[in-house]
């Protein structure tokens, strides 16, 4: 049975930060699901097997977000009292809308390249850049995360949404020519 | 109930008690089963010494004859013998007619979705030809470990959907066998090399077996098998290989479509038998009775055949990227490929996914035999004989999970490749006044139209309390367990009051008919109903009682207070005392209240574990 009162950081012993140290949360993490996963009750009680599939579950679900650089900044963000509306929340940057517009523009022109497959991947190692240069501007906000520092996370996250919505877009588009082979 | 045992690795609870497991490898082509004994694992043979039980059922008048003597028979008796049900396990009617123009059965049209083939000894379901094989596969443990299993672990492709995973469980419960777990056939594959290897990295297993193909990438740390990714086609296989050669030569031999049953099943022997012979020669001859007293005579090359088979092939490399992106891998990131399943024999398999993955691929475990020795492995563990710390298998679902909206959308509620279990939730709301019940179309796959995804089921949840429409909340969660199988529970969240969830399978069997089923089992109408009852509930009971002593032994004292510690030991005493008698229900009554009195003290346990795992971790070590 887990404490389901502890946040995410809590319940991986993990310090309240941005910047996370994915070896040991990926540690703390198989040393939870050793103890709690469900093939360790395989024989047992109804009530055991429930209890560690509960367990099990929020132990999954907080790994799934703490090592996440996107989901982990929103979740910091909300923890910090910052609910973000994403579906209707987006930048203002008109710089960065309109790199936006042109990425956009070169996924849609991939299929008619000689090499489909090698343009979509060079784009999406542009696009991974793009957020990795993002993670970092973020981990500045929130070493002392000041009231503005949140508001410029919050303004760097809905441009990582952004890009992350782009990178889907593009193995979609993989996804699509694999199907048409 | 079996407390959670706190010794130490390697430390078993009752070291003379050696509980018997088994794992099933439940394959298209062939089935195996597999057990660890005296430490190691191995498959386990028939009385003439054959490891292999060829997957095929034939069905006479007065009975039913499984494996090498039904196969042998196939061909005289094609629609009486079923062979590959594998391919037809959790698939609907319509399915079937899409997965080859060619099979050679007679299916029963019927309003039921679930195909029945017609048989002379009556109308069978692809869950009931596979729980023959399956109760064949317990008949030879039980006499090799002599006694009952107690358990088995049964493996199912990775990529093996909801519906089909579902089949599987309930061909288990047809044949009376009590399912451990469901494990996926490359994540078994790699526990059998794993524990040969011991080396911690990132490896591929590329599993191509008769009718089925997976690849997953998983990460091994310290005895924790993490899959990070999977991906395949639960219809691509040997068979298809098969398929190709036997319309090959029927185009050289000028076959017509229209040839008979028994044309075809010796077609498709002759292709299978020209396959495997040119994995060592280079050219394979073939002499194909015409059924008319006439031979057509010929040759195969290797050029030829893999002609034939390599868009097939590099089918299966489509997915492996497709894993491998999932994973956020490159493919020089994977230290090795692990080759499980027969049709990985086939040279151009071994080179295209060689040259794929850029480094000479692994087969050193017998290929037919790697999955079925992974899931004894893991079995042995799961039944209580180790103390199972030592190795962990985090799996995850191979398909999106995703509920119908409008316009006949998919919405996805649980990404593939999300380590399971997992569980989403989703909130809805009602339309009308006075709104009582509402269904929900689940749907497993990856495109965004409804009509391009599987759908696993409708689900109908009634006693919503009435209200005003849109008043209503009604929560509703969607988990997938460590079996991959799904699970949805409702809740109206204003009120607090659960909704009835009524599952109807779009491709499956009901309770009932499963129940059905397991009435109409030859092997159960022969034995007395009551007496086997009565013996499960002791055997559940003595389990009962021996891992309740062990745990109060290990820490009761520790975790209980005197009065506690009382209440557990009064309870458990009544069960001893009915549980030497012969009334079933009063024991089951007394298992129950003794889980009753020891629920606070399984949470005490379930936490000290947690405390034990997380000792010497807290924040304050890195402020």
Known sequence: MLDFSKNHFELFGLPSSYVIDANQLAERYLELQRVMHPDRYA???????????????????????????IHRARYLLSLKGIDMDLQKETTQDAAFLMEQLELREQLAEAPNRPDPYGFISTLMADINRRITSLVGQMAVQFETATPEQLEAAREILRKMQFLQKLRYQAESLESELDEAL | MALLQLTEPGQSAAPHQHRLAAGIDLGTTNSLVASVRSGKAGTLPDDSGQHLLPSVVRYIPDGVIVGEEAKAQAVLDPLNTIVSVKRLLGRGVEDVKTLGSRLPYQFKQQQNTVPRIHTVAGDVTPVEVSAEILKTLNRRAEKSLGGELEGVVITVPAYFDDAQRQATKDAARVAGLRVLRLLNEPTSAAVAYGLDHGSDGIHAIYDLGGGTFDISILRLRRGVFEVLSTGGDSALGGDDFDRLVAEWIMQQAGIDDSADHAMLRRLMRDACSAKETLTTAEVAPLRVDLGNGDYWEGKLTREGFEQLVEALVRKTLVSCRRALRDAGLRPEEIEDVVLVGGSTRVPLVRELVGEFFRTRPLAEIDPDRVVAIGAAVQAD?????????????????????????????????????????????????????????????????????????????????????????????????????????????????????KASVVVKPSYGLTDLEIEE??????????????????????????????????????????????????????????LIEVSGGSDQQAIKQQIDNLEKACEFYVERRMNASVKKAMAGHSVKDFE
Do not use: W
């Open chain 1, 43 to 69: 024989k047992g009680s109804a009530q055991e097997r429930r209890l560690s599939m509960q367990g099990s579950i929020r132990i999954n679900e907080a790994y799934e977000t703490l090592k996440d650089p």
């Open chain 2, 517 to 574: 089923m397991l009435r109409d089992s030859i092997d159960h109408a022969a034995e007395d109903l009551e007496a086997r009852g009565l013996r499960e509930r002791q055997v559940e009971a003595n389990r009962t009682i021996e891992a309740l002593r062990a745990a109060l032994d290990e820490d009761g004292e520790v975790l209980l207070d005197k009065t506690e510690y009382q209440a557990i030991e009064e309870q458990l005493d009544k």
């Open chain 2, 381 to 497: 563990v799961l039944v209580g004989n180790k103390s199972g710390e030592e190795m962990l298998l985090l799996d995850v679902i191979p398909l999106s999970l995703g509920i119908e909206t409008m316009g006949g959308l998919v919405e996805k509620i649980v990404p593939r490749n999300t380590t399971i279990p997992v569980a989403r939730a989703q909130e809805f709301t009602t339309f009308k006044d006075g709104q009582i019940a509402m269904a929900i179309h689940v749907l497993q796959g990856e495109r965004e139209l409804v009509s391009d995804c599987r759908s696993l089921a409708h689900f109908e949840l009634r006693g919503i309390p009435s209200m005003v429409a849109g008043g209503a909340r009604i929560k509703v969660t969607f988990s997938v367990d460590a079996d991959g199988l799904l699970g949805v529970e409702a809740r109206e969240e204003s009120s607090g009051v």
